[in-house]
């Protein structure tokens, strides 16, 4: 069944590290993976995605990367900022479907002063 | 720019009501969603719209869900008999390329 799934729940970071956030998967028939951050009392919001014939893509200090071969996807936050504490959730869409989102668990991302 | 609007914020309801949960997505979108998250949950799809009607749905939208589109502009979920296991954030979404949906703030649904 489809599945996607977060390694860790919490991540704590200081202030201007970078963040390294993963993601598990299990379904190989999915189009796209996605990134979203959702803060506090908030929906979710678009960060990033990822198509998948892509390996890596880049944003605005985050880049996202995608190795198929072991099902995993991870974000990276580049000078994490106290604005980046929220829950980051990565996201599917799977081959033919409505193109509805199967999200994961989520990460809890922390920035310390 | 933009966003995802919906209505109410937050809805209270006895066991067994009826409620309405309200969207406007953004005006130009054409793939339209609702999806909920449980507290502490992840989120989880409920139904897909398309071209004035449902393109998908999960095994969570059962006969006491249904959706509308009654004009051009709102979209809403409705629950005709809520169980205490409704109760939820319940998010609007939309998109016009289904990559980067929208997502409205959310109405938190509580059912005693």
């Known amino acids: 069944g489809e599945s996607v799934g977060l390694h860790l729940p919490t991540l704590s970071v200081q202030e201007g590290d970078n963040s390294i956030i993963n993601c598990a998967y299990s379904n190989s028939a999915s189009d796209y993976f996605i990134w979203y951050k959702q803060e506090s009392g908030k929906g979710p919001q678009f960060i990033i995605d990822?198509?998948?014939?892509?390996d890596k893509r880049q944003g605005q200090r985050v880049t996202v990367l995608l190795n198929k071969t072991v099902k995993h996807l991870s974000l990276q936050i580049a000078a994490t900022q106290p604005g980046d504490s929220a829950v980051y959730f990565c996201a599917e869409i799977l081959s033919g479907s409505a193109r509805q989102l199967t999200f994961g668990s989520g990460t809890q991302l922390t920035v310390l002063p | 720019e933009p966003e995802v609007t919906q209505t109410p914020s937050h809805q209270v309801t006895q066991m067994g009501q009826e409620v309405i949960l309200r969207c406007v997505p953004i005006?130009?979108?054409?793939?339209f969603y609702w999806y909920r998250q449980i507290l502490g949950q992840k989120v989880e799809f409920l139904v897909s719209?398309?071209?004035?009607?449902?393109?998908?749905k999960s095994e969570i939208f059962d006969d006491q869900f249904s959706v509308e589109r009654p004009d051009g502009s709102n979209f809403t979920l409705k629950i005709r008999s809520t169980k205490l296991e409704d109760s939820a954030m319940y998010f609007c979404?939309?998109?016009?390329?289904?990559?980067?949906?929208?997502f409205g703030p959310g109405t938190r649904l509580t059912v005693t």
């Open positions: 719209f398309y071209n004035n009607e449902i393109s998908e």
């Open positions: 979404a939309s998109t016009v390329k289904a990559y980067e949906q929208y």
């Open positions: 005006s130009n979108h054409l793939y």
């Open positions: 990822i198509r998948s014939n892509m």
